[in-house]
């Protein structure tokens, strides 16, 4: 069975510091990676994917993240942040020819001090 | 294009009782999830329809059960509500062409908050 974990529950930052969202997953097959996120009051919007090729992706509102096979991780960056990207962010995997049975990650709350 | 919608938005109930819930996927979409969110547990998979079939069902008793219409929407019910079935109910839709093992980014909708008194 799939699992996905997220390193920190909650984590704070003051504007303009660097953000890294560690994700590690449990799967031995080949997988697609997500990152949504989920502003208060909002529904969950698609950050970023992964499906194959160049394992660095880049996404929406200047946030990316890294595949590194070797480590099952799929770790969320953004180098400056602002204090609208606080909200709580969700790593998901999925097994490739599963379906779309999306597994996941328990979240991690970001909150950005202005 | 339109979003997901669900319908309704905010829903009450008491235990024993039963609730159905609705999910209109984006247009074009043919694959539709349904997923609950709890603060305890996170964002577990219920199940997933493509072109009327269901394809994959997550680890919820069998008082959780769904369909999908012709159309496309598709429709979540539960039976005998307890009160660990309040939660956020979450639908969503993807773009995907085939019904084979093919997985495509899913879009979601604002869901339905349910709450068992």
């Known amino acids: 069975a799939q699992s996905v974990s997220q390193h920190n529950h909650h984590v704070i930052l003051s504007e303009a510091a660097s953000l890294e969202l560690g994700c590690n997953y449990s799967?031995?097959?080949?997988?697609?990676l997500f990152w949504y996120v989920q502003y208060p009051g909002q529904h969950l919007q698609l950050l970023l994917k992964y499906f194959s090729g160049d394992p660095l992706v880049k996404g929406i509102k200047g946030f990316e993240a890294e595949f590194i096979k070797s480590k099952f991780s799929f770790n969320l960056r953004k180098p400056s942040v602002q204090w609208s990207d606080t909200a709580e962010y969700f790593c998901?995997?999925?097994?490739?020819?599963?379906?779309?049975?999306?597994?996941f990650g328990p979240g991690t709350r970001l909150s950005v001090l202005p | 294009k339109a979003g997901v919608t669900q319908t309704p938005r905010y829903l009450i109930k008491t235990r024993g009782q039963q609730v159905t819930l609705s999910c209109s996927p984006i247009?074009?979409?043919?694959?539709v999830s349904w997923y609950q969110q709890t603060p305890g547990q996170g964002l577990q998979f219920l199940f997933e329809y493509f072109s009327e079939t269901q394809r994959n069902k997550g680890n919820f008793p069998g008082r959780f059960s769904g369909r999908q219409f012709s159309n496309s929407r598709s429709e979540m019910n539960v039976s005998t509500l307890e009160l660990g079935d309040s939660a956020l109910y979450l639908c969503a839709s993807s773009p995907l062409v085939s019904g084979g093992g093919g997985v495509d980014t899913q879009y979601f909708g604002p869901g339905t908050r349910l709450t068992v008194l």
């Open positions: 998901a995997v999925n097994a490739r020819n599963y379906g779309q049975n999306f597994v």
């Open positions: 799967y031995g097959g080949t997988v697609n």
């Open positions: 247009s074009g979409h043919r694959s």
